[in-house]
C-alpha cells in the first residue's frame, strides 16, 4: 500500500538559509498534518490543511509557512533558519470523513531529518 | 487545551513477560480520541492501538491492550509477552472530536521502553 511520501530525508542547512519540505499524501487523502521532533522529545504539531485551506495552527513560528496545493501535497518553508530548528520533521495524512472516525487517522510519513549548523 | 502527561521516562521488562505504560491526560472534551504510537530507532511513528472515548470497551490488537478509564482520564497500555522487536518510544497522545477536520494530535512525553532478552 502507498504510504505518506516525504521529501529530502536529510536536510543540512546553514544559519539564516531556507529550507523547503515537501510532503504527498497517501492517494485519496485530503488532510495533511505536520509535526516538528526535536532531539528526545515529542512530536509537536505546527500546522495542518483540509482541502487547500488551512485546518488547525499549533505552534508554529513566524518564520514558517506552509501550504497545501491542487493534487494535495503540501510544502513546509522554512526562513532564517535557526539552530533550533534542527528537528525530525514529521508529515502525516488522512482522510476526512464526517462521523467516520476510524477513517481520521493520521498516517505519518518517515520524516525529514534537518540538521541546522 | 489538552496536555498529556506520561510519567515514566523509561520502562524496561523481560521477554516474554507482560508491561504496562502509563498514560494521563487532561481535557474538558466529552468526546475524543486516544491512540498509543511506537517510534522504534527508524524514528517511524507508528499506530498502536486506539481509544474512542464514547467506547466502554477497553481496545485490544494482538498483545497489546489498553485500560481505559474514562472518569479518572487514565490511559494505560498494557503489552503482553513483550518481544525484542517492542523495543521503542511509546508515546500516548489525544485528539479532539472527528467532526473537525485536521485535528492535531497531542502526544505525552513518551516512555522508552526497553525488552530484553
Known amino acids: 500500500a502507498a504510504g505518506v511520501i516525504q521529501s529530502p530525508r536529510h536536510l543540512i542547512k546553514e544559519k539564516r538559509e531556507t529550507a523547503t519540505l515537501k510532503c504527498y499524501p497517501i492517494?485519496?487523502?485530503?488532510?495533511v498534518y505536520w509535526y516538528q521532533q526535536g532531539p528526545g522529545q515529542d512530536p509537536q504539531f505546527l500546522i495542518s490543511?483540509?482541502?487547500?485551506?488551512?485546518?488547525d495552527k499549533g505552534s508554529i513560528p513566524d518564520r514558517f509557512s506552509a501550504q497545501q496545493f491542487s493534487d494535495y501535497h503540501s510544502e513546509l518553508n522554512m526562513s532564517s533558519l535557526e539552530l533550533g530548528d534542527s528537528a525530525l520533521y514529521f508529515c502525516?495524512?488522512?482522510?476526512?470523513?464526517?462521523?467516520?472516525?476510524?477513517?481520521?487517522?493520521?498516517?505519518f510519513g518517515p520524516g525529514t531529518r534537518l540538521t541546522v549548523l | 487545551a489538552q496536555t498529556v502527561t506520561q510519567s515514566q521516562p523509561e520502562m524496561s521488562v523481560q521477554e516474554a513477560e507482560t508491561v504496562t505504560l502509563s498514560c494521563t491526560y487532561d481535557?474538558?472534551?466529552?468526546?475524543?480520541?486516544l491512540f498509543w504510537y511506537k517510534q522504534p530507532p527508524s524514528r517511524q511513528m507508528i499506530l498502536v492501538i486506539r481509544?474512542?472515548?464514547?467506547?466502554?470497551q477497553n481496545a485490544t490488537e494482538n498483545r497489546f491492550s489498553v485500560n481505559f478509564q474514562k472518569a479518572a482520564k487514565s490511559f494505560s497500555l498494557k503489552i503482553s509477552d513483550s518481544q525484542l522487536g517492542d523495543t521503542a518510544m511509546y508515546f500516548c497522545a489525544f485528539m479532539k472530536p472527528w467532526y473537525n477536520a485536521g485535528n492535531m494530535l497531542t502526544f505525552g512525553g513518551g516512555t522508552r521502553l526497553m525488552v530484553k532478552p
Open positions: 481509544q474512542e472515548a464514547y467506547k466502554q
Open positions: 492517494p485519496r487523502h485530503d488532510t
Open positions: 481535557t474538558s472534551e466529552n468526546n475524543y480520541y
Open positions: 502525516a495524512s488522512s482522510l476526512y470523513e464526517y462521523g467516520g472516525a476510524m477513517d481520521n487517522e493520521q498516517f
Open positions: 490543511f483540509y482541502e487547500k485551506m488551512q485546518s
